[in-house]
Nanobody, 126 residues
């Protein structure tokens, strides 16, 4: 079993920045590809960014490309989502997720992921 805990969310003005962290415990973090998703009120959960086990491959949703950066530190069992130039439409609950995978794959659909964090609120005011 894997436990994931997100942190770093909060309220920020448009144009500001936040860095989310996702700490994993219970299994070898480096065995998993990792993704960030978000869900706004009344909307379906959507893909934000994904990173392969070693960090070699990264993929972003078009809506965040150039503003968000995903990274991971396998020695610390932690993944990050640096969010810059935030917009009100980025307001959502953000989730991290893990999928046991090969070294190079990234996954953009939520049903590919076995383990999920509880989510953390990010609110961007205009």
């Amino acid at each position: 079993q894997v436990q994931l805990v997100e942190s770093g969310g909060g309220l920020v003005q448009a144009g500001g920045s936040l860095r989310l962290s996702c700490v994993a415990s219970g299994r070898t973090f480096s065995s998993y590809a990792m993704g960030w998703f978000r869900q706004a009120p009344g909307k379906e959960r959507e893909f934000v960014a994904a990173i392969s086990r070693t960090g070699v491959n990264i993929y972003y949703a078009d809506s965040v490309k150039g503003r968000f950066t995903i990274s991971r530190d396998n020695a610390k069992n932690t993944a990050y989502l640096q969010m810059n130039s935030l917009k009100p439409e980025d307001t959502a609950v953000y989730f991290c997720a893990l999928h046991q995978a090969n070294y190079y794959s990234v996954y953009v659909t939520s049903d590919a992921y076995e383990y999920w964090g509880q989510g953390i609120q990010v609110t961007v005011s205009s």
